[in-house]
């Protein structure tokens, strides 16, 4: 066995067990020297894993608990999804997308493709969804708390040229609270053609992303009045719903 993997399982052990524990008590739990304890848990404070409480304890983080249970949503919660997202597809004539945060990453929980003459490649574009580079991404980071978005621009870097060129933590944050006021993510892609809308959800304890994406040409200002409005309108009632604990 490897002895410093046996090492990381046993503190994650403990504090999945025990919430919030002090680093002498880790220390007494575990067995271990507190030199070997602190190399191990900055590292994995460093990966997102475990965070510092404010009494100075040690506690697992919602990424951790995001890695063990992953999309955990019940087979009503996931019909109700796809409803919303068939309906926003109807509504606008467009193809629309749910998406989570996941770890690092953007995932998607669901979409639904109107069907057209013109037709995007949606799939292509939803399998890549990036962190950065995508309204579904940048709505979910901006509505991140700030401690966790500390911690994903430590791990992932900054935006750069994904995002508007922001280079540091205040530019992000100055563009992530414009977002969270504003309440949507707008993206245009001239080089593909397309524009992209993005908007909050708020189920229970977590925020996704409701996102759209069309060809240029189908969005003259008319249009995207009418796309914006039905985009918030399935968001507010999919966040009502929420609120209700299925």
């Given amino acids: 066995m490897i002895q410093v993997i046996e090492r990381v399982f046993t503190i994650l052990e403990e504090l999945s067990l025990d919430g919030e524990v002090s680093l002498e008590s880790l220390a007494n739990l575990t067995g271990l020297n507190r030199g070997t304890l602190c190399n191990i848990l900055r590292s994995l404070i460093e990966l997102g894993y ?16 995001e890695l063990v249970n992953g999309m955990n949503f019940s087979e009503k919660e996931k019909t109700l999804f796809r409803q919303t997202v068939e309906s926003l597809a109807e509504s606008t004539g467009e193809s629309g997308v749910l998406s989570i945060m996941h770890g690092d990453r953007v995932a998607v929980v669901t979409q639904a493709q109107h069907p057209r003459v013109l037709m995007l490649n949606t799939m292509e574009i939803y399998a890549a969804l990036s962190l950065y580079h995508s309204v579904s991404g940048r709505i979910l980071v901006s509505h991140m708390d700030q401690d966790a978005r500390t911690g994903l621009c430590s791990r992932a870097g900054f935006p750069g040229s994904d995002w508007d060129d922001i280079g540091s933590f205040q530019a992000l944050e100055k563009t992530c609270s414009k977002i969270r006021r504003d309440g949507i993510s707008i993206m245009k892609n001239p080089k593909l053609g397309i524009i992209s809308f993005a908007v909050p959800v708020f ?4 925020v996704m992303s409701l996102g759209l994406t069309m ?10 009045k009418k796309i914006i409005e039905q985009l918030k309108k399935h968001a507010e009632r999919l966040s009502r719903t929420g609120d209700l604990k299925l």
């Fill in 203 to 206: 189920w229970n304890d977590i």
């Fill in 215 to 224: 060809p240029i040409s189908r969005c003259p200002s008319a249009e995207r």
């Fill in 50 to 65: 475990v965070a510092r409480s404010r009494s100075s304890h040690y506690e697992l983080t919602p990424r951790f608990r």
